[in-house]
């Protein structure tokens, strides 16, 4: 409470805490924490950007075609266009849907969003019942800060399976779409294949464990300064030191095999000698 900066949020037990958010990109060959940061969001939805943007500034440009892995709270139309406008190669999950009780009305599941199909050429969605959903307007969600587009049914009325399809009170059904719909989809079924699975997969052989070692065995779990700009800085501290640790480990292990490696031009082996 003696921190007016910090923010209540759900922790992984499901109690709400005083706290802040802390995001880390790590580098896949080496594990070396390449971004961090420090924010107030009580989701990472809004983070993927500013760590690309962050990275960039460290480490350069990244590369057309760089695999770009996070987690589902990372997943939003927006996040996946800005990585494909960059030409990089998104590999996030959707969220995990709850899961829907046995005796749920096997009529209603059916009219189901996913199983409505788009109509690219007419912009237009085709429901269960081959009818047809138009375009209406686009909107702004204030609370997650997207933009999104609705599309009425036309021949909804006329429809006998329109109490199971919504419940509107005029019996029309509307979807709400979010932008960049097409690019989510396109990224929702490559992460269905094995080879994406698989490169996802590696995320947690590379990024838990930097967050797993200063948490657990380093015991970095509470911030002892106050206020968001203190904050970041200790936070960049504890990943200064953990950076200057795994470097000091992989130089050592490159002494015992004698292999000479630069590190951006700071660091040179040379069989057993370091410069």
């Known amino acids: 409470m003696t921190d007016q900066e910090s923010r209540f949020m759900k922790n992984k037990k499901g109690n709400f805490e005083l706290a802040y958010n802390t995001q880390i990109t790590v580098d896949h060959k080496l594990g070396i924490i390449v971004a961090n940061d420090v924010c107030q969001d009580r989701n990472d939805m809004h983070q993927l950007k500013p760590q690309i943007e962050l990275v960039e500034e460290n480490c350069g440009l990244l590369k057309e075609g760089t ?12 996040n996946i266009h800005y990585l494909n406008e960059k030409k990089l190669d998104p590999y996030i999950p959707e969220k995990k849907e709850v899961t829907k ?3 749920e009305n096997v009529k209603v599941i059916r009219f189901n969003i996913g199983n409505f199909e788009y109509d690219e050429k007419n ?12 375009f209406l307007c686009e909107n ?41 719909s ?6 929702t079924d490559k992460m ?4 994406a699975k698989k490169i996802f997969g590696q995320r947690k052989q590379v990024v838990e464990p ?22 970041r800085n200790e936070f960049n501290l504890v990943c200064t030191a953990v950076n200057l640790r795994k470097i000091w480990i992989y130089l050592i292990k490159m002494s015992e095999i004698g292999e000479k490696i630069e ?13």
Not at 182 to 187: D, F, I, V, Y
Not at 192 to 195: H, P, Q, R, V, Y
Not at 213 to 230: A, M, V
């Open 67 to 78: 695999r770009i892995c996070a987690d589902s709270g990372y997943c939003s139309g927006e």
């Open 101 to 103: 009780p046995a005796t």
């Open 123 to 134: 912009d237009e969605f085709i429901c269960p019942e081959n009818q047809r959903l138009k």
């Open 140 to 180: 702004y969600e204030e609370k997650k800060k997207r933009k999104y587009r609705i599309y009425k049914g036309t021949e909804c009325k006329k429809c006998e399976f329109s109490k199971n399809c919504t419940k509107r009170k005029d019996g029309i059904r509307r979807l709400k779409i979010a932008n960049f």
């Open 182 to 187: 097409k690019e989510r989809k396109e990224l």
């Open 192 to 195: 269905k294949t094995e080879e």
């Open 210 to 231: 930097a967050i797993g070692n200063y948490k657990e065995n380093l015991g970095f779990r509470d911030f002892f300064t106050r206020g968001l700009k203190s904050v």
């Open 263 to 275: 590190i951006n031009g700071a660091f040179r082996l040379k069989k057993g000698i370091m410069n």
